[in-house]
């Protein structure tokens, strides 16, 4: 059974940092891109950063400068570390293997397996 797990979250003070994870299990996805998308309550749910198969780095706009993804294909694992965070980062943080070699990274409708995703709340 494929799985994607994540971790990591919780609840911390603004400007506090945090550090994702999301172990695969089931397959190896050194050959996929992986993403990390986020969905805050109300809200639609938004790209944060990908990272190809070869090291490929895409952020969306807003966490350029803050948000840092890496990969290590060893441990079929996927991180996000989230420096100088804010409250509008509050959101549940899923990862995410695309399932396709084309089409933009930033794209959810291209990603094939998901995590059950983990919360980060940042309190003002």
């Known amino acids: 059974q494929v799985q994607l797990v994540e971790s990591g979250g919780g609840l911390v003070q603004s400007g506090a940092s945090l550090r994702l994870s999301c172990a695969a299990s089931g397959r190896s996805f050194s050959g996929n891109t992986m993403g990390w998308f986020r969905q805050a309550p109300g809200k639609e749910r938004e790209f944060v950063a990908a990272?190809?198969?070869?090291?490929?780095?895409y952020y969306a706009d807003s966490m350029k400068g803050r948000f840092t993804i890496s990969r290590d294909n060893a441990k079929n694992t996927v991180y996000l570390q989230m420096n100088t965070l804010r409250p509008e980062d509050t959101a549940v943080y899923y990862c995410a293997a695309k399932r396709v070699l084309y089409g933009m990274d930033n794209n959810g409708e291209l990603y094939g397996y998901w995590g059950q995703g983990t919360q980060v709340t940042v309190s003002s």
């Open positions: 990272i190809s198969w070869s090291g490929g780095i």
